[in-house]
Every structure is written in C-alpha cells, then in structure tokens.
C-alpha cells in the first residue's frame, strides 16, 4: 500500500465528520416533518460528535451557555457574515476539532459607510458611528482604507460594536 499523506488522512476524516452531521440533522429534520417511524434511527449527535454547545456571537468569539468562550475562526464569521448577537452552536468533535454552526440569526439591518484603519483595526464609520470589522473581511473583498462598504448590522444596534462586511462597493 503506497504511503498516503497525513493531509489527505486529515481532510478526509474532516469529510467523513462533517457527512455524519449532515446525516443526523437530515434524519432530526425527517423525523420533525414525518414523526418517529420505526424504521428510521435516530442519530445520537452526543456519541457521535463529542459535547456540544450553543452561545451567542459576540463579533469575534462565541461565548457559550457555560460562561466560556470560544474562538471563532474569522473566515468562518466572515464567510457567513456572522452578526453580533447571532447564535451559534459549537459541536467539540471527540478528536478536539471545533464545527460551528449558525442556528439563530438576529434581525439585521443593512448600512453603508467609509472603511477607516486606526490602531491596526478596521472600522466602518456609519454617520459618525463606528463599528469593527474582521481583517478577514477587508482582506477577502480587498477594501482599502477610505472605500465605501455596505455593512450589516444587528437590526436594533445600540450596544453593537462589530458588523459583518458584505461588500466593498
């Protein structure tokens, strides 16, 4: 047998995690919509993925329902324009792999504004308001300091400091 390489081995595992969880949210879904038949078995996403978690985002991390937080990856936030105050669920693989998922988006709202770099940081300046952004983000839509961006933003955002760029216009 050729030698195969740690990478393949790794994503491959990764592929066969993440088809176990499509598996067992297809098989909850089809028992929510049909009821318990008999011949349809349950997955037990407990055994099968290791501990799960729900928390809220909080603009780079997620803090979870026991008090601790999470890191979130910023490509993942980025790729989903994952919104302040969005809930996420944390699934800890039993290999220590950390899988996110979105499962309740706050209302949101759409704004635009001028994208300012102070301090290493990227903000967008909404009517005087300033919001962070993710690097992810600006790198991924190659804004540049003084473009304008269209921004979402929780819908009632009086105590947000992050949005979720969408584009660079």
Request: net charge negative; aromatic share 6%; hydrophobic share 40%.
């Given at each position: 047998?050729?030698d195969?390489?740690?990478?393949q081995?790794?994503?491959?595992?990764t592929?066969?995690?993440?088809?176990?969880?499509?598996?067992?949210?297809?098989?909850?879904?089809?028992?929510?919509?049909?009821?318990?038949?008999e011949?349809?078995?349950?997955?037990?996403?407990?055994?099968?993925?290791?501990?799960?978690?729900?928390?809220?985002?909080?603009g780079?991390?997620?803090?979870?329902?026991?008090?601790k937080?999470?890191?979130?990856?910023?490509?993942?936030?980025?790729?989903?324009?994952?919104v302040?105050?969005?809930?996420?669920?944390?699934t800890?693989?039993?290999?220590?792999?950390?899988?996110?998922?979105?499962?309740?988006?706050?209302?949101r709202?759409?704004?635009?504004?001028?994208?300012?770099?102070?301090?290493?940081h990227?903000f967008?300046?909404?009517?005087?308001r300033?919001?962070r952004?993710?690097?992810?983000?600006?790198?991924?839509f190659?804004?540049?300091?003084?473009?304008?961006?269209?921004?979402?933003?929780?819908?009632?955002?009086?105590?947000?400091?992050?949005?979720?760029?969408?584009?660079?216009?």
């Amino acid at each position: 047998m050729p030698d195969v390489p740690e990478k393949q081995v790794k994503r491959l595992r990764t592929l066969i995690q993440e088809a176990e969880t499509s598996l067992a949210a297809a098989t909850e879904l089809l028992i929510s919509l049909v009821g318990d038949d008999e011949n349809i078995q349950p997955v037990n996403r407990e055994e099968t993925l290791g501990k799960v978690i729900e928390g809220v985002f909080d603009g780079q991390n997620m803090v979870g329902s026991d008090g601790k937080t999470y890191p979130v990856p910023a490509n993942y936030a980025s790729k989903s324009k994952l919104v302040q105050g969005d809930i996420l669920k944390l699934t800890i693989a039993d290999d220590g792999a950390f899988l996110y998922k979105q499962i309740g988006p706050i209302p949101r709202k759409q704004v635009v504004g001028a994208l300012i770099l102070e301090n290493g940081h990227y903000f967008v300046d909404v009517n005087g308001r300033k919001f962070r952004v993710l690097l992810a983000s600006v790198t991924y839509f190659k804004a540049k300091p003084g473009d304008q961006v269209s921004v979402n933003i929780p819908e009632d955002d009086t105590n947000s400091e992050w949005a979720a760029l969408e584009a660079a216009l």
